[in-house]
């Protein structure tokens, strides 16, 4: 089978003195993918199979936590099951990306309603651990189990989010050690592009679920004073929110002795509009001034204002040419206030292509250690991501532009290491120029 397989072709590797990176590449591709099936079968034999814990579960509930699992697994394995026929039947020049290809409807039909169905398992999880009074032990002894490795039910559960967009990684690796001009690239680019198609459904369903039950949540919270105002929308989002603090000067001062007086002012920013509250009992928010973004102008002060500590911008609300409101705004922190400042005033898409221009060298670093978006303006980030640099500040954080599929956001520079090497940073623009190009033929006429 699969391990006889792939002894014989890493052994027929060691005796060539080369072996091509191409190979290699696929070669990853199909030991992965059997790992992969191996950590399934825990979470499908061990976990779900268990009676103790199905008695303790309703049917429901085992739906919302387990979604289509095992026919992830059965899925997988079929896709495995071609792979493995085919590295047997010709060791030294197999290919991979046109079984990857043939497979892709099968993959969207399982991995698209299993990723949609993650807010539900999340919260299915949590509720089952505080409100099921057997979940708890029962789920403690099965993770104590030595085939988990010491690894917890959450780990195995999140492996086909993990894994889809791994092996859009992979066939993007493949396809880059491919000859140019080649039958063999034109099928990686057609593997590759569905993938990659497949990746952005998978997270545009799961942020829709996320958004829609994220407004659903504020409007119970956010009110208007004396205005309606229709906050549930499809085409709205959350991009940021949080507390900074008000700064305005009190009249009796002399101007000579610039005293502020200081109170705090709640900021929810959409991708349409802006609100500022003042933040009532049990967690309320009344709002006292909305604006539409194009009516924003935001300046950074901090080098400007003398005598005025701390991380201050001019937020602006334009009426026409003239400002209608206007707000002096402090941030605790300088990355803090750098976020405020990007998501008020987004990059135009120009300023966004030249992080990719070949001709444009920009600061990039490469992702060391995955990183989990906790803000709706941050970026989550796998092994090898590698990003073009637009902001950095003294506390930390950068904000890039992700070379593979254009997605900005802030990343805390721990996660990352600069590329420090010219020519390194030219290969990584060329090739996602390479990738981009070959992707945008595919949907031109043929000649």
């Known amino acids: 089978g699969l391990r006889q397989g792939l002894q014989l072709s890493l052994s027929n590797c060691a005796r060539l003195e080369v072996v091509p990176f191409t190979r290699q590449a696929k070669f990853e591709l199909i030991t992965s993918e059997a790992s992969y099936i191996h950590s399934l079968s825990v979470a499908v034999g061990h976990f779900l199979g268990s009676a103790e814990l199905s008695e303790c579960l309703g049917v429901q509930d085992k739906q919302w936590l387990f979604s289509k699992l095992p026919e992830v697994k059965s899925t997988s394995e079929r896709f495995l099951q071609d792979l493995e026929q085919r590295l047997e039947a010709d060791v030294l020049r197999f290919s991979v990306c046109d079984i990857v290809l043939l497979h892709c409807p099968a993959f969207r039909r399982v991995y698209l309603p299993y990723v949609t169905n993650q807010a539900y398992q999340e919260r299915t999880y949590q509720r089952l651990l505080l409100e099921n009074p057997k979940f708890p032990g029962i789920l403690a002894r099965l993770e104590e189990s030595p085939v988990c490795q010491r690894l917890p039910l959450t780990s195995f559960l999140i492996l ?6 791994r092996l859009k990684m992979l066939v993007e690796n493949i396809l880059k050690r491919t000859a140019q001009g080649s039958e063999d690239e034109d099928v990686a680019t057609k593997a590759f592009n569905a ?3 497949l990746v952005q459904e998978c997270n545009a369903s799961v942020q829709s679920m996320k958004r829609t039950e994220e407004l659903i949540h504020l409007s119970k919270k956010i009110h208007f004073e004396g205005k309606i105002f229709p906050l549930i929308s499809q085409a709205r989002w959350l991009v940021r929110h949080g507390e900074l603090t008000e700064l305005a000067p009190l009249p009796a001062a002399p101007p000579a002795k610039l005293k502020l007086s200081s109170k705090a002012v709640y900021l929810h920013l959409f991708n349409d509009c802006l609100l500022l509250s003042r933040r009532k009992e049990l967690g309320k928010f009344a709002v ?3 604006a539409k973004m194009a009516e924003l102008q935001v300046k950074d002060l901090s080098l400007k204002l003398q005598g005025i500590p701390g991380h201050v911008f001019l937020l602006q609300l ?36 030249e992080v990719f221009s070949e001709g444009q060298d920009h600061p990039q670093v490469q992702c060391v250690r995955t990183y989990k978006a906790l803000q709706p303006d941050e970026l989550t980030l796998e092994k090898t991501d590698i990003l073009a640099v637009r902001t950095q500040t003294s506390d930390g954080w950068l904000e890039g532009v992700r070379l593979a599929d254009g997605e900005k956001g802030w990343v805390p520079q721990a996660y990352v290491e600069e590329i420090s090497s010219l020519s390194a940073r030219l290969r990584n623009l060329r090739e996602n120029k390479r990738i981009t190009s070959a992707t945008s033929k595919l949907g031109e006429p043929p000649p």
């Open 288 to 290: 006292f001034v909305h």
């Open 195 to 197: 993938l990659k198609e």
């Open 318 to 353: 334009l009426h026409g040419p003239h400002a209608k409101h206007q707000f002096l705004l402090r941030a605790r922190t300088e990355s803090e206030k750098q976020r405020w400042i990007s998501a008020m005033c987004p990059s135009s898409s120009q300023e966004e292509k």
């Open 160 to 165: 086909p989010f993990q894994r889809i967009t």
